[in-house]
C-alpha cells in the first residue's frame, strides 16, 4: 500500500473483500502521451469492460444500455461481449432500478448504474440519498453499498433547464458517498476502475460535451486514486482550481493569461469527495491568490465549499479575497446566446484571474 | 396497553383446511404461538419504555399483526433475504434477532443491532439476512427486488457464492410493505421490474387498514382489490387472511415455494390489523374503540392458543410458563438495555460512514472504522 490514506485490510464484514490495487504515485501511472487516441467515452467502456472481465460480480444497468448501445454510445459492443444477463437494459424507471441495484449491492453484487443524464437522476433522488450513501451507517456497519452511478452532468447543448443539471453542488453534500468528475479520457480510465472497485457508492459524473473527446489512453488498466488532484498547468501567479469540463476552458484562459506574462497553476481536482485540499493549499500558498470554476450554481456549492477550505486552512496566504465563476445563477437557459452567457467560459475565467492581478499588483 | 390473550378473550373460532396444515408439526405451532407472544410482550414493554422517555424518535407498534412476520418467515429459509418498512420489530424478532440487540438499539445503545444509529425504524441483522428496517414508505420495495436479482445472479451467473462462505441457491426475498406504500412510485416501479425480470421476491402487503390515519378506502383507489394492482403486471396475487396464522400459513407456503421454484414474484394482500396507534404520539381520532375491539376479538395468538388448547397441545399451566419465560426473556431485554453503554461519540459517531474511509472526504469530520457490530 503506498501514501494513500487506506484502512489495513482490505475487508469489510459489510461488503466482504475487494480488489483495490496498491496505488502507484502519480508518476508511476502509465504515460499519458502515446498515440493510442481514443474517445472519452470509449475510455469509459474499456474501464467497465476490464472490470466486467476481471469481476463476474459487475455488470452494467440503464436505459438503453444493451440493445441500443447506448444512448451516447458508451457501452457499444458489450452487450455482444458480456450478454444479455450483464449488460441490462430497463425501462424508464430510475427510482425502481437505482434503488433495486442498491438492493443488489447490499447483497453483495457490483452494480454500474448508467443514468442517461444526471438530470433524470432526481427521480431517483431517495434511493441514491437515502439508501446507497447512508445504508453502511443505518445497519451500524453490516450492510454496505459497493455502487456506481454514472452518467452525463451539466448543459449538453441548448437542452434547457430540465437536462443541464449540474447535480455536484447538490449531491456532494451527502456523507457517505464519494465522486469523481473527469476531465479527459485518461482520468475517466483510471477513475472509473478505480470507482468500481471501491467499496463505496461512487457518484460518477461525466459530461456529453466530452464525449467525443480524443487522447491517448493506455491500453493497460491503471487506477487512479481518489483524492488526488492533477496539476494541469504550472505557473506562480495565481491558482486556477476547477474540475470536468471547465478544466479545459481554464488550461485555455492559462494560456491566454500567459501571453501578459500572468502563469497560472490549474489544479484539476479529479475527486469531489474526496478533495485533494492540500493541494490546492500548497498551490495557494505559492501563488497568493485563487479563482475556483465550478460549473455548478454558487449558492452552496463546490466552489463555495473549495474557498470556505482555503480561508479555514490558509487565509493568511492570501493576497485577495478568493474569487469564484460559476454558471450564473438562473435555470438553465435554450437561447445559444443566452445559455452561451450562463456557462462558466474561458473568457470569464480570464477576466476573474486579470482582476484578482490588478487588484494585488 | 394491549393485554395478553386470556381465557376470556379467546373467541376466535379455527377456519384453517386441516389438510394443509397436517405438516406442520406440534413444535412448530407452538413456536409460531412463542414468537407472536414475544412479540406482543416486547412491544408492551417498547411502549412502556417510550413512554419513560427511555425511546425517542418515531416507534411503530407490532401488536396485532404477528401472525403476518411469523407466519411468512414460517414459510422461508434461514438465509432467504427480508426486508421491510419502519414497523418492524416484528419482522426482527420473528427473524430471529435476540429481544436484547432489538431493544438495545431502540435504547439507543452500542449493544443494538445498528449500533444505535439507527433506531425504531431500522432495524438490521446480517447473520439473519435482514436487510432493514425502512424509514421511507415504499422506499424498500426496490431494494426488495435487488435482493430477489442479486439472489438470481449468484444462483444463475455466477454460480457461487458472492461470498466465499456463501453457497448459491434458488432463494425467495420476502419485501413487507403497509397498505399505505402501495400508491407511492417506488412500488410500481418494482412490481414491474420484478416481473419484467423474472425476480423471486414476495410483495407482502401488510394490510391493516390505515395508512397513519386515513383510511384505505380514503387513500387507494379500488381498495377492494388490491390483488389486481399485482395481477395488472402478470405478477401471481393472492388475498389473504392475516389474522390467522395456521391458514395463513398453509395459504402462503405453497404460493411461496411456487415464486421460488419458478424464479417468479408474487404479491400478497395480507389482511390485518394494528391494535395501537400509528406510532406513540397517535390520538386515533380517525377509528372507534368498537373498531379495535372488533378486531381484538378475532386476536391471531388467542385464536392459535385457542386451537391448541382445544387440540390438547396447550394448558393452562404451560401456557402460564410459557408467557413467563418471555416476560422474563423481555424483561431481560429491557435491563440489558438499560444497563448497556451509549455508542461513545469520539469512538462511533465517524465509523460506519465509509467502508474505505479516506482523507479528505469531509472537510470536518474524520472517518474510521469502529467497534465491529454486535451481531456480527
Ligand atoms: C415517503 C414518505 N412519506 C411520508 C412518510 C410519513 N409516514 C410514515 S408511515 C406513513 C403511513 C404508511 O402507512 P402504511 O404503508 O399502511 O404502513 P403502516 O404504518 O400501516 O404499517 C406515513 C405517511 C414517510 N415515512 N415516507
Ligand atoms: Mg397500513
Not at chain 1, 128 to 137: E, F, G, H, R, T
Not at chain 2, 142 to 171: R, T
Not at chain 2, 254 to 273: H, I, M, Q
Amino acid at each position: 500500500m503506498t501514501t494513500l490514506e487506506m484502512i489495513d485490510s482490505k475487508i469489510h464484514p459489510a461488503v466482504g473483500e475487494w480488489t483495490l490495487p496498491d496505488f502507484v504515485d502519480e508518476a508511476d501511472l502509465p504515460g499519458r502521451d502515446g498515440d493510442r487516441v481514443i474517445q472519452f467515452r470509449e475510455a469509459i467502456r474499456e474501464a467497465m469492460s476490464h472490470e466486467m472481465r476481471q469481476d463476474e460480480k459487475v455488470f452494467l444497468i440503464g436505459e438503453e444500455v444493451a440493445e441500443y448501445n447506448g444512448a451516447y454510445k458508451i457501452s457499444q459492443g458489450m452487450l455482444d461481449e458480456f450478454g444479455p444477463r450483464r449488460i441490462i437494459d430497463s425501462p424508464i424507471s430510475e427510482n425502481g432500478f437505482a434503488g433495486m441495484c442498491i438492493g443488489a449491492a447490499m447483497y453483495g453484487l457490483r452494480p454500474i448504474v448508467e443514468f442517461m443524464s444526471w438530470s433524470f437522476s432526481f427521480v431517483a433522488a431517495d434511493a441514491i440519498l437515502n439508501n446507497a450513501p447512508k445504508m453502511l451507517y443505518m445497519s451500524g456497519g453490516q450492510w454496505g453499498c459497493p455502487i456506481v452511478f454514472r452518467g452525463n452532468d451539466g448543459a449538453g447543448g441548448q437542452l434547457a433547464s430540465t437536462h443541464s443539471w449540474c447535480v455536484e453542488g447538490l449531491y456532494a453534500n451527502v456523507p457517505g458517498l464519494k465522486m469523481a468528475i473527469p476531465s479527459n479520457p485518461y482520468d475517466a480510465k483510471g477513475l472509473l476502475a478505480t470507482a468500481i472497485r471501491d467499496p463505496d457508492p461512487v457518484f460518477f459524473l461525466e459530461s456529453e460535451r466530452m464525449l467525443g473527446d480524443k487522447a491517448h489512453v493506455p491500453e493497460e488498466q491503471y487506477y487512479i486514486p481518489f483524492g488526488r488532484a492533477r496539476l494541469a498547468r504550472e505557473g506562480e501567479h495565481c491558482t486556477l482550481v476547477s474540475f470536468g469540463r471547465p478544466v479545459h476552458f481554464c488550461v485555455e484562459a492559462a494560456e491566454k493569461l500567459a501571453a501578459d506574462g500572468i502563469e497560472c497553476d490549474v489544479l484539476d481536482m479529479r475527486t469531489i469527495r474526496p478533495l485533494d485540499i492540500d493541494a490546492v493549499i500548497k498551490s495557494v500558498k505559492k501563488t497568493s491568490r485563487v479563482v475556483v470554476v465550478d460549473q455548478s450554481w454558487p449558492f452552496g456549492g463546490v466552489s463555495s465549499e473549495v474557498i470556505t477550505q482555503i480561508c479555514e486552512r490558509c487565509f493568511d496566504y492570501l493576497d485577495h479575497p478568493p474569487v469564484r465563476v460559476n454558471t450564473e445563477d438562473v435555470p438553465t437557459p435554450y437561447a445559444k446566446n443566452l445559455e452561451a452567457a450562463y456557462l462558466p467560459n474561458p473568457t470569464k475565467i480570464e477576466a476573474a484571474v486579470r482582476k484578482v492581478i490588478e487588484a494585488t499588483a | 396497553m394491549t393485554q395478553a390473550p386470556t381465557a376470556n378473550n379467546r373467541m376466535a373460532k379455527a377456519h384453517s383446511s386441516a389438510e394443509t396444515l397436517t405438516e406442520v408439526s406440534t413444535e412448530t405451532h407452538l413456536k409460531w404461538l412463542r414468537d407472536m407472544q414475544l412479540i406482543r410482550e416486547f412491544e408492551n414493554r417498547t411502549m412502556q419504555a417510550y413512554q419513560q422517555a427511555k425511546i425517542g424518535g418515531f416507534c411503530h407498534i407490532y401488536s396485532g399483526q404477528e401472525a403476518c412476520a411469523v407466519g411468512t418467515i414460517a414459510a422461508t429459509k434461514q438465509d432467504d433475504p427480508v426486508v421491510t418498512a419502519y414497523r418492524d420489530h416484528g419482522h426482527a424478532l420473528a427473524r430471529g434477532m435476540s429481544a436484547r440487540a432489538c431493544m438495545a438499539e431502540m435504547f439507543g445503545k452500542i449493544t443494538g443491532c445498528a449500533k444505535g444509529k439507527g433506531g425504531s425504524m431500522h432495524m438490521f441483522d446480517r447473520p439473519n439476512w435482514l436487510f432493514g428496517g425502512h424509514g421511507i414508505v415504499g422506499a424498500q420495495t426496490p431494494l426488495g427486488a435487488g435482493l430477489a436479482f442479486a439472489s438470481k445472479y449468484e444462483n444463475e451467473v455466477l454460480k457461487k457464492g458472492v461470498h466465499p462462505d456463501h453457497k448459491p441457491k434458488q432463494k425467495i426475498t420476502l419485501c413487507y410493505l403497509g397498505d399505505g406504500a402501495i400508491d407511492q412510485g417506488a412500488f410500481h416501479e418494482a412490481l414491474n421490474l420484478a416481473s419484467l425480470f423474472d425476480l423471486p421476491v414476495i410483495f407482502i402487503i401488510e394490510n391493516n387498514g390505515y395508512s397513519m390515519g386515513t383510511a384505505i378506502h380514503r387513500h387507494t383507489a379500488n381498495h377492494e382489490n388490491l390483488v389486481a394492482r399485482g395481477e395488472s403486471y402478470g405478477i401471481d396475487s393472492i388475498k389473504i387472511d392475516g389474522l390467522d396464522i395456521r391458514h395463513l400459513y398453509s395459504e402462503f407456503k405453497p404460493f411461496a415455494d411456487r415464486c421460488r421454484e419458478n424464479s417468479r414474484p408474487g404479491f400478497v394482500d395480507l389482511k390485518t390489523y394494528r391494535y395501537q396507534g400509528h406510532s406513540m404520539s397517535d390520538p386515533q381520532k380517525y377509528r372507534t374503540k368498537d373498531e379495535v375491539e372488533e378486531y381484538k376479538n378475532k386476536d391471531s395468538i388467542a385464536r392459535l392458543l385457542n386451537q391448541l388448547m382445544e387440540e390438547g397441545s396447550m394448558t393452562e399451566d404451560s401456557w402460564k410458563t410459557m408467557q413467563n419465560e418471555i416476560r422474563d426473556e423481555v424483561l431481560d431485554a429491557v435491563e440489558f438495555a438499560e444497563s448497556s453503554p451509549a455508542p461513545e461519540v469520539e469512538a462511533e459517531l465517524f465509523t460506519d460512514v465509509y467502508a474505505l474511509p479516506q482523507k479528505n472526504l469531509s472537510p470536518t469530520a474524520e472517518y474510521h472504522h469502529g467497534a465491529r457490530n454486535p451481531l456480527l
